[in-house]
């Protein structure tokens, strides 16, 4: 099976051109649901095409959008996500410039509101799956005491687990997608 492309790693620069709500959906969605056109996004996300077509345009001009040309007819513009994944690069948290700081923030802010909007969905249709599924769902959370150090390493360790999981090929009975949610944060809660 082949490996699964490294996520691109997000410097100042293409972070500062996808920290936008609309933009991190528009994304999304070409990810998960293939090449589609700016008027075929804006129905789905319940925006408009003028401004759907906007930021595709800004995603395209940092690399994250492409035309896909296979799909096209006459004005129609269809667009492809060019990569399946990004990476923030950790040294921009501590960045100088205030406008990078703030990409970062509206950035991880963003991937929590996706990451509770894919549970709320998940929540109001898990009745919709097959009964198999009812055992095989997880909203799990752990409290430990860990230092910097330790809370690096179990990410490490949580990431490698979850990239040892090989995507199944279509047509595989009984396989669908799943999504696997991570966090780990520091607290004020108390053991």
Do not use: C
């Not at 690069?89 to 700081?101: F, G, N, S």
């Not at 995507?167 to 991570?182: C, I, K, N, Q, Y």
């Amino acid at each position: 099976m082949p490996e699964e492309p490294a996520p691109r790693l997000l410097d100042a620069r293409s972070l500062r051109g996808l920290a936008h709500p609309l933009r991190m959906q528009l994304l999304i969605a070409l990810r998960r649901g293939g090449p589609a056109t700016a008027s075929q996004l804006a129905e789905k996300l319940g925006e408009s095409s003028g401004a759907t077509s906007y930021h595709l345009r800004q995603l395209a001009a940092h690399g994250f959008v492409a035309d896909d040309p296979e799909r096209g007819k006459g004005r129609e513009r269809w667009w492809k996500a060019v990569d399946q994944g990004v990476q923030l690069d950790e040294t921009l948290i501590k960045d100088p410039d205030p406008a990078v700081r703030g990409a970062v923030a509206v950035f991880r802010y963003e991937i929590a509101n996706v990451h509770t909007r894919e549970v709320a969905t998940w929540l109001g249709t898990a009745s919709d799956w097959a009964e198999e599924w009812d055992g095989a769902t997880d909203l799990s959370d752990f409290t430990l005491r860990l230092t910097p150090e330790l809370a690096r390493e179990l990410i490490g360790k949580m990431h490698d687990l979850v990239q040892s999981y090989h995507p199944l090929p279509e047509g595989t009975p009984d396989a669908e997608t799943v999504r696997v949610h991570t966090h780990v944060f520091p607290s004020q809660t108390k053991l």
